[in-house]
């Protein structure tokens, strides 16, 4: 216990020597309670200081944990913005650190380096036959809304990745954190599907993701990139919190490994269950499909449109009366997911 006392004490002396550029302001939160205040402390991340060891030196909630994020710069750099907001009755129970750690290995992916460029091993998804998915021709289908706000999310060069995603702003796109963890911001590029059937790519300024995905992995599988330019002549799909029964028909556009890299391609399905903050599927869907965005037909406004819901992430498997069974599984937007997605936005 001594041992661990002095290891903290360091931690917190170190700390405040390697983040010289902290800065911390307090901004009033819309969306909070009228009594609560939210104070934003933003702070370069040095690979030194672990994520989880910054919960207990800023005394974070696990309310203030789902709303911090990790912001990715080209070359390396990151940021991290801290949200810590206190009520008048003083602070909330703060989250034990033991709940959070890095300890756990993720299912996720994995990285290792091939000609300078990470090489990603992504997470499983599956096919649940019959195979059902559709191509959707890059003259026609492909070039309307929703569709053809779907990208593709790879790295310049020599690349054996890639991902999916959904044009969620002018300059933004939705994708899975797990398919840009790791990666220089300064080697990735999104890719739109023209008319003549290639892609049009284009660089990506930053990425931003939550600081939970960073230090647990599990259930916070989204991240928002920033383009450097505006896609042309692309309509964006906007990101809703809206409730999903059970049985809701959902679709999910993306490019599969599988296929042409230049083919778009669509599956419908049913949500089997949407559960802690996860939307599993029997969606057909394989690996190059993760980060695509999972739409819905919404009519909460008097007109119908189509949204985004949830983000496609991987694959699980669950025991059902004996047997084994394998099921897509999507990260469902809403609460304190949507607000940081609606910040990384606007800022």
């Known amino acids: 216990m001594k041992a661990i006392f002095v ?23 819309n969306k909070a309670r009228a009594d609560d205040v939210t104070e934003d402390i933003t702070l370069e991340y040095r690979p ?10 800023f005394n974070l909630t696990a309310q203030d944990l789902e709303l911090s994020y990790e912001t990715i710069w080209p070359g390396g750099r990151s940021t991290i913005t801290l949200k810590r907001t206190r009520g008048k009755s003083g602070d909330k129970k703060l989250l034990d650190v033991p709940q959070v750690t890095t300890g756990e290995k993720s299912d996720q992916k994995s990285t290792t380096q091939s000609r300078g460029t990470t090489h990603k091993l992504q997470a499983k998804r599956v096919i649940i036959p019959p195979d059902e998915r559709k191509q959707l021709p890059s003259s026609s289908k492909a070039q309307k809304s929703p569709h053809s706000a779907a990208c593709k999310v790879s790295c310049k060069g020599f690349c054996k990745w890639s991902c999916s995603g959904t044009l969620i702003g002018p300059h933004h796109v939705l994708t899975s954190a797990h398919c840009i963890d790791g990666v220089d911001v300064a080697t990735l590029q999104v890719g739109f599907l023209e008319r003549n059937g290639r892609l049009q790519w284009y660089d990506v300024m930053k990425a931003s993701m939550p600081l939970r995905w960073k230090i647990t992995k599990k259930k916070y599988d989204y991240a928002v990139l920033k383009l450097k330019g505006r896609a042309n002549r692309r309509s964006y799909v906007s990101v809703v919190s809206v409730s999903l029964p059970k049985n809701s028909l959902i679709s999910i556009t993306g490019f599969p490994g599988d296929k042409s890299p230049s083919s778009l391609w669509i599956s419908k399905c049913r949500a089997i269950l949407v559960s802690s903050g996860q939307i599993w599927n029997n969606c057909d869907v ?3 499909s993760s980060g695509s965005g999972v739409l819905v037909k919404d009519n909460s406004g008097g007109i119908t449109r189509t949204v985004v819901v949830g983000v496609l992430s991987g694959e699980q498997s669950v025991r059902i009366r004996g047997r084994v069974k394998r099921f897509n599984v999507a990260v469902h937007l809403t609460g304190s997911k949507l607000s940081q997605i609606n910040e990384w936005i606007n800022k």
């Open 7 to 29: 290891m903290l004490l360091m931690l917190k002396a170190v700390s405040v020597k390697t983040l010289p550029e902290f800065k911390s302001s307090k901004e009033p939160d």
């Open 48 to 57: 030194e200081i672990l994520r989880e060891n910054l919960i207990k030196l």
């Open 286 to 288: 394989v690996r190059g």
